[in-house]
């Protein structure tokens, strides 16, 4: 299984360790539009519509340089990576860009993006913040409409509601398949590790959105033909935070003991989450999945919502503890913790927060810390 499971995982790993390699590849094949985007906010149903490679952006292993010119000290990695690829010419396979209204960070990025770069086109999303409310979804609707109308008129396509309606169900095969997988990994931690788990989200992200519905078919038929379980000591671990380019903290945490059972990420379990009804108004129905889904810091949706999504969700998967892994300068998630951190404590969940770039530099320092947390567990 061994040799069929790496197999099925490389077309994955490559993408992941050179996503602008495969991106360039799948231009040159295909003939069609690469269009990067940020944040899970993006309308990726639509730009999979319009015949794209929905691309995204997660920023930058290499030595920041040019981006520090343009950005303030205090910017986060993924802000300073995603820009310093951009301005070296990493990027330039992007025919345009979409910016969905998040943070402040990357609503600054898109300025300096428009300003600084020559791509096709240059898209921003303008989303409501607040959207536990009706007039928000109506918003969201106009909102996806304009979209949708802008993406044609840069594009010079017709994107239809079939089209739409059709990259649905790619996307909710996708995500599903997904959310199977990650089950399937706290199920059988043993049979796949989480640094290859990690990875198959990330790639989903980057790659041919129907050959990655198809590679996922695979690889779940192949796992699921193992029989019986492998037993498996460790402590059970929920993460949460707001790390987008996750570092192999994975393999980490197993090796310190731990066996992660679920998470927050945008680019984890809450990029599988939802699916969309492929019947009545299309539009409606993508709106409906942003406004239902468990919100990021930078949208709301209840003054406990995240809180009381974390606490159930570590009550949900029996986990032991949670780590919370934030970037370092991203004040949405650091504003969030405290909150969350007592409303943890009053559950009686053990809770420990790590601030870390996207290469993780220190390394040692955080497996010390994960080992002495799994041990207090």
């Known amino acids: 299984m061994t040799d069929k499971l790496n197999a099925l995982l490389k077309p994955f790993q490559e993408a992941v360790q050179d996503p602008g390699a495969y991106a360039r590849s799948w231009k040159q094949k295909h003939q069609k539009s690469v269009v990067g985007f940020f944040c899970s906010y993006a309308p990726e149903e639509i730009l999979l519509a319009a015949d794209a490679l929905p691309f995204r952006i997660f920023g930058t292993s290499k030595q920041i340089s040019l981006a520090d010119a343009h950005l303030q000290a205090y910017s ?74 802008d993406l044609s008129h840069v594009m010079q396509v017709n994107i239809t509601d079939e089209q739409i309606r059709a990259s649905v169900t790619v996307l909710n095969r996708i995500r599903k398949r997904l959310d199977e997988l990650y089950a399937f990994k706290v199920k059988h931690p043993n049979l796949i590790s989480g640094r290859d788990l990690n990875t198959v989200f990330k790639a989903s992200m980057i790659m041919d959105r129907r050959e990655v519905s198809e590679l996922l078919q695979s690889l779940l038929a192949l796992l699921k033909s193992k029989d019986g379980n492998v037993p498996t000591d460790g402590k059970r671990v929920l993460l949460a935070g707001g790390l987008c380019s996750m570092p192999d903290i994975f393999s980490i945490l197993e090796a310190s003991g731990g066996i992660v059972v679920g998470d ?114």
């Open 76 to 149: 986060c990695s993924l802000v300073r990576g995603a820009l310093e690829d951009a301005l070296t010419g990493d990027l330039d396979f992007l025919d345009g860009t979409v910016f969905p209204h998040t943070c402040d960070s990357i609503m600054r990025l898109s300025d300096m993006w428009r300003m600084n770069l020559e791509l096709d086109f240059h898209l921003d999303v303008v989303l409501p913040v607040k959207l536990n409310q009706q007039n928000a979804r109506e918003y969201l609707v106009a909102v996806l409409k304009k979209f949708r109308s």
């Open 264 to 377: 927050d990420f945008c680019t984890g379990a809450r990029y599988a989450a939802g699916q969309i009804d492929t019947a009545g108004d299309i539009l409606v129905a993508i709106a409906k999945r942003y406004a239902e889904r468990i919100v990021c810091p930078a949208k709301h949706a209840g003054l406990f919502s995240r809180g009381d999504h974390v606490v159930r969700l570590a009550k949900e998967k029996e986990a032991d503890g949670v780590i919370f892994l934030y970037l370092k300068f991203c004040d949405p998630h650091a504003f969030d913790y405290p909150y969350m951190h007592d409303m943890l404590e009053q559950a009686g969940i053990p809770a420990m927060v790590y601030e870390i770039e996207d290469q993780l530099p220190s390394e040692g320092q955080f497996k010390t810390r994960c080992e002495a947390f799994i041990e207090m567990l």
